[in-house]
Structures are given as C-alpha cells and as structure tokens.
Nanobody, 123 residues
Framework: QVQLVESGGGLVQAGGSLRLSCVAS????????MGWFRQASGKQRELVAV???????HYAGSVMGRFAISRDNTKDTMYLQMNSLKPEDTAVYYC?????????????????WGQGTQVTVSS
C-alpha cells in the first residue's frame, strides 16, 4: 500500500515561510499525481497545488506566486514551499496522491492521504 506522511508545519508570523514535506512509502512506483490540500476550521478541504509525475503543476489562485510545489523522486518526497504567508493560510495541510494522471481539484478524486500537518500563521 501507499503511505504518506507530512511534516514541516508549525507556527509562523505573517510574511514568513515554511516548507512542508510529504514522504511516500510503500507501493510508490505507481504514484502519478500528488497534491497538497488544506482545510481550515469550519471550512471545506480545498486544493492548494498539484504536481504530476512529469512535473506539470497547478495552483489555487489564492496561493499562486507565493507557494511552490515540487517533488524529488530520488527521495520519494513532495514539497510545498510557502512564502509570504498570510493568516488566511492557517489550516491543516494534507498530502494527497493517486495512481492516475490528472490535474484534479476535487479532494474526493485522490485515493491516498496523509494525516495532515497544522500550519498556523499569526499576525
């Protein structure tokens, strides 16, 4: 099976930066699409960014220009570099993956999920 573990969350001040990591293990050879989602308290889970095995990327408009998604297949790891953080970015951030190719914004499409890591941005 595929296991995903996020790390790198924490408390930062507005304007600061964090880098989230998602380490994949298990049957990872078949993973094609990976993405980051976030869910703030009382809100729906929403797409942050998606990256394919060919390194095609897509970002939510709210993070475009501030966040960067990447993956290092030699380390079986996906990253989310978050810069210029805003209080509105406060949420639990989840790593997601799927064996299928696609740039998909719906959380329900992804079959594999990490446990999540909390990001809190103070002002």
């Amino acid at each position: 099976q595929v296991q995903l573990v996020e790390s790198g969350g924490g408390l930062v001040q507005a304007g600061g930066s964090l880098r989230l990591s998602c380490v994949a293990s298990g049957s990872i050879f078949s993973i094609n699409t990976m993405g980051w989602f976030r869910q703030a308290s009382g809100k729906q889970r929403e797409l942050v960014a998606v990256i394919t095995s060919g390194d095609t990327t897509h970002y939510a408009g709210s993070v475009m220009g501030r966040f960067a998604i990447s993956r290092d297949n030699t380390k079986d790891t996906m990253y989310l570099q978050m810069n210029s953080l805003k209080p509105e970015d406060t949420a639990v951030y989840y790593c997601a993956a799927d064996r299928r190719p696609g740039i998909i914004s719906a959380a329900s499409w992804y079959n594999y999920w990490g446990q999540g890591t909390q990001v809190t941005v103070s002002s």
